[in-house]
Each structure stands twice: as structure tokens, then as C-alpha cells.
């Protein structure tokens, strides 16, 4: 049975990266067929140091951000992570699977420790198999994300195949990554060499889904870029990446192909595209900030939502967990 699953930490503000490259794609599927599962992963926010207040005040947003985007929590499952036990369960036996070079290879992980990999938690370590376990424990098909996580759901696939060699099984299938559209990787707005991410330093590199129309427009004037004219075809913008992002930001915000973009803005320089894209940015933002707003003033109805998602999703995960340890040769007597 196809089933999509997909996932986003509430360990800061979303960016326009996370809206455009995954959030947006979410409410797309609903009634296409697959089920659909959407998590708040608050066990992979606390691989690095939370706010306890903050962290509920996250993942009540990023409901909030969810819900806003169109996820209805009648047609798909939406819930928090460490509501359901599952998750953490399955990856322990996953750590057991998986292989310290496999990490080591993980260039997310590289990132985010750097040099002082000694003092970073064991968790963001383990992070992937966490990863792998949230989307085997539904025997999840398909996974929407943007183009940084492909390594982890390919991570996500070995795991899976391993298992089922190891305990001569076809238990685990090997999940699909969907990555798609002209926004798989929205860059900084300072570096056009960067990913656009809620942990740059730097408030000016990204736009948040919070940002009001000003602060949009304010970062969307000051974006690094060159000074050539805008080119008839996406070839023309090979080596200009700042040029190119912001043409591959504007063709996902108004779905239209880049090179129907190109067409209008071609031989135009910046100071009229830069506003034409603000206009646009706003226009798609705008809506969703306001809605997520008026998610955000009922807190219990939001909390009410997690908990029923997590209800239904705990009746998804129990048994693939129960069957999981049952076939390693694990006691199940209560
Ligand atoms: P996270 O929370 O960093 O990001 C959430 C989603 O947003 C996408 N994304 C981007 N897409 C395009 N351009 C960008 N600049 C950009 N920045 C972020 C991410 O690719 C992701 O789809 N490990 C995951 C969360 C996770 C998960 C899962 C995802 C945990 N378990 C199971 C799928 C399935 C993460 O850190 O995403």
C-alpha cells in the first residue's frame, strides 16, 4: 500500500527553503491515493540543546505551519514524534543495524559538528537511523523532501535492505525520496553557495515564514546579486548562482517553469525583478502567516489535533515494531 511520510523539526522559525522544498509539496498529495503522514520531529530537534518552553512553543508553530499550508488532519495523519513510542523504539534496533562507517559518511552530520565533532550529542550521531526509523515504522513508500535529506533517505534504503538480508526477510520495502520542482534547494540570499537554513547566523540570508511584508521586500532588495541582465534560458544562468536562485525561487512561487519566467524578465536587470519577486513572495506568505496565526491563538485545539494524530499513528507504528523485534527473535509473552 503507497504511503507517504514526511517530516520537519521544530527547532527554529521555518525558512522559505523549508516552505518551497517540502512543506508546500504536503497538502499536494492528500487524495491522490497514498496515506499520508506528516510529524513534528521534537526527538530530532533535542540532538542539539532546546529550550524546554521554546521547544512547545516550536512544535505548536510548526502544527500551526502544517496546518496552515493545507494538511488536513482528517485526510492525513499529522502529529509529534515523541508521542509515538515507536520511533524511538525502532531506531535503537536500527543503531543495532546500521554502521558506524554509514554515519561517518553523512554529510549533514559533517555540517552541523565541525570541527569539534568530540562535543556534539551522541544523538545527532544517530540522527539518521532515528530518521530511517520514522519512515520504516509506517513502511512509508515515498518521502517528500528537499534535496539536503537525500542522502539520509538513501541512508534510510540501505538500512532497510540490510535488515532484510540480515534476518532473511522481505519485512522493510525501501522507501522512494521525491524531490521536485524548481525549489529542491532554495540558497542563502548573502551566499549563493549556501543552503538557506534557520541556523545561519545571519537573519538576512533566509526568509522566514513569520517575516511581515516589509522585512520580505527589505531582504529581498538587499539579496546578493550580480549585475548582468537576466538571461532568455536557465543555461544562461549556469554561473550565477545568486541569479539563480532567486529565479528558481520565483518559478516555485508561482509555479510556472523558469524558463516561462526567463521569457518575461529576459534583458531586465535586477532593480525589476527584485520587486517583482518581493510581490510574489508576499503574496504566496502573506496568507499562510495569517492563518498560522489564527492556529496559533487556540493551543488546545492544537495540541488536540497532535494527540489524535498520534493516536492514529501509533496504531500505523506498534505493530510494525512488534513484528520488527518478533522477527529478531525477541520474546513477545504480554
Ligand atoms: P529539516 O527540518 O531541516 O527541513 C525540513 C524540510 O525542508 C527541506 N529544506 C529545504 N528544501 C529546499 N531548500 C532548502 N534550503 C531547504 N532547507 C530545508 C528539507 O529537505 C526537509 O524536507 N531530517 C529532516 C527531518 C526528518 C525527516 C524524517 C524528513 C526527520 N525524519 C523523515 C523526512 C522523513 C530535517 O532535518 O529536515
Redesign the pocket.
Known amino acids: 500500500k503507497p504511503r507517504i ?5 521544530p ?1 527554529g522559525g521555518l ?4 516552505y ?4 508546500r509539496r504536503f497538502a499536494g498529495f492528500q487524495g491522490t491515493g497514498p496515506e499520508t503522514i506528516y ?1 513534528v ?1 521534537d526527538l ?1 530537534a533535542i540532538t542539539v540543546w532546546q529550550d524546554p518552553a521554546e521547544l512547545t512553543r516550536r512544535t505548536r508553530e510548526l502544527a500551526a505551519a502544517y496546518l496552515a499550508s493545507g494538511v488536513d488532519p482528517e485526510q492525513s495523519i499529522l502529529f509529534n ?1 515523541s508521542q509515538v513510542p515507536a520511533h524511538a523504539e525502532l531506531a535503537w534496533l536500527f543503531n543495532c543495524v546500521a554502521r558506524l562507517g554509514w554515519m561517518n559518511r553523512m554529510t ?1 552530520f559533517k555540517d552541523k559538528a565541525g570541527k569539534n565533532s568530540e562535543n556534539v550529542s551522541l544523538g545527532l550521531y544517530a ?2 537511523s ?2 530511517a526509523a ?2 520504516l515504522t509506517y513502511h ?1 513508500t515515498a ?7 537525500k542522502q ?2 538513501e541512508l ?1 534504503r540501505d538500512i532497510a535492505a540490510k535488515f532484510n538480508h540480515d534476518y532473511g526477510t522481505e519485512f522493510f520495502p525501501a522507501p522512494e525520496p521525491l524531490i521536485e520542482g524548481s ?5 542563502s540570499l548573502r551566499d549563493g553557495s549556501k ?4 541556523s545561519d547566523p545571519s537573519d538576512a540570508s533566509r526568509i522566514n515564514l513569520t517575516d511581515d511584508a516589509d522585512t520580505i521586500t527589505q531582504k529581498i532588495r538587499k539579496a546578493r546579486t550580480d549585475a548582468e541582465p537576466l538571461p532568455a534560458t536557465f543555461e544562461g544562468l549556469k554561473d550565477r548562482p545568486e541569479a539563480r536562485n532567486l529565479v528558481n525561487i520565483y518559478s516555485a512561487l508561482t509555479d510556472e517553469p523558469v524558463n516561462a519566467v526567463l521569457g518575461r524578465f529576459e534583458g531586465q536587470g535586477f532593480g525589476t525583478f527584485k520587486p517583482a519577486l518581493a510581490e510574489v513572495a508576499v503574496e504566496v506568505l502573506a496568507p499562510i502567516t495569517a492563518k498560522m496565526t489564527q492556529f496559533m491563538a487556540d493551543p488546545a485545539e492544537i495540541d488536540r489535533i497532535l494527540g489524535k494524530g498520534a493516536d492514529r499513528a501509533h496504531a500505523i507504528a506498534h505493530p510494525i515494531v512488534e513484528r520488527t523485534k518478533e522477527i529478531m527473535g525477541m520474546i513477545r509473552s504480554r
Open positions: 511520510f514526511s517530516g520537519i523539526q527547532s525558512t522559505l527553503g523549508n518551497l522544498g517540502a512543506l510529524c520531529v530530532h514524534q549533514q540522527y539518521p532515528l530518521m520514522d519512515i512509508a518521502v517528500p523532501v528537499g534535496e539536503d535529506q539520509h533517505v534510510t525549489a529542491t534547494r532554495v540558497m543552503k538557506m537554513s534557520k
